[in-house]
């Protein structure tokens, strides 16, 4: 069973159109994650929810709106989208509670968006 | 959060031992020293935690010096399956929101 999961693997769509990335995790964990990683290959924190609360909100353009419906979902919409916007998107989640060592993050496979 | 300094690329040979330092001169009192493994059109996986000494796994070692301003991971006896991208991350301790700072890694190459 896969433990972090992200639908759909690639995305391909126009500028200016919306779009949602969904992410679900098996593990119980109360705490999810959303990271942009650039042709660079720099991997950025965007959002982070725990137990769907809100926790961690980076400097991320308001087009950018994550939901959670429950604790094992996390979901990223992107309204308007830009050629910027091109980048591989994870999803993430650790348990929670480590306090205060550095909790193991689990990611997800990765979805691919490229804008055109 | 401190920020850490890596070779951006490393060249091996399967057989070898190879060792990956990272920098965190600003390392804090409470931050432990953990490093992540990502192979190519995966996510990032982690293979290893640290506060200080050494730390073995069945993946890999960890030396942390007395003052914890850098870190080695050692990977003994590497293979091709070896070859990904190696991010070195401290963090956690008094503000543990979960933030992992990546930075750019080492993209380790083994070849035959």
């Known amino acids: 069973d896969t433990a972090v999961s992200q639908t759909p693997k690639y995305l391909v769509t126009q500028m200016g159109n919306d779009k949602s990335i969904k992410c679900e995790q098996n593990?119980?964990?109360?705490?999810m994650y959303w990271y942009k990683q650039d042709s660079k290959k720099f991997l950025k924190i965007m959002f982070s929810?725990?137990?769907?609360?809100?926790?961690i909100n980076e400097t991320v353009p308001n087009r950018f709106s994550p939901k959670s419906p429950d604790k094992a979902h996390l979901n990223l919409h992107i309204n308007s989208l830009e050629l910027g916007d091109s980048a591989v998107y994870f999803c993430?989640?650790?348990?929670?509670?480590?306090?205060?060592?550095?909790?193991?993050?689990?990611f997800g496979p990765g979805t691919r968006l490229l804008v055109l | 959060l401190a920020k850490t300094t890596q070779p951006i690329s490393m060249d091996s040979y399967e057989g070898q031992e190879v060792n990956i330092t990272c920098s965190h001169n600003?390392?804090?009192?409470?931050?432990?020293i953990t490093w992540y493994q990502q192979f190519p059109s995966q996510g990032p996986r982690f293979i290893i935690q640290?506060?200080?000494t050494k730390v073995t796994n069945e993946v890999a070692s960890l030396f942390i010096p007395a003052d914890r301003k850098s870190s080695t991971l050692s990977l003994p006896r590497v293979s091709l399956s070896d070859t990904a991208v190696y991010y070195c991350?401290?963090?956690?301790?008094?503000?543990?929101?979960?933030?992992?700072?990546f930075g750019q890694g080492t993209t380790l190459q083994v070849k035959p």
């Open positions: 993430a989640s650790s348990q929670g509670n480590a306090y205060p060592r550095q909790e193991t993050q689990y």
């Open positions: 593990l119980g964990h109360d705490t």
């Open positions: 929810y725990n137990n769907k609360e809100l926790i």
């Open positions: 600003n390392i804090a009192t409470n931050d432990y």
């Open positions: 640290g506060y200080k």
């Open positions: 991350l401290v963090g956690g301790g008094s503000s543990n929101t979960g933030k992992l700072i």
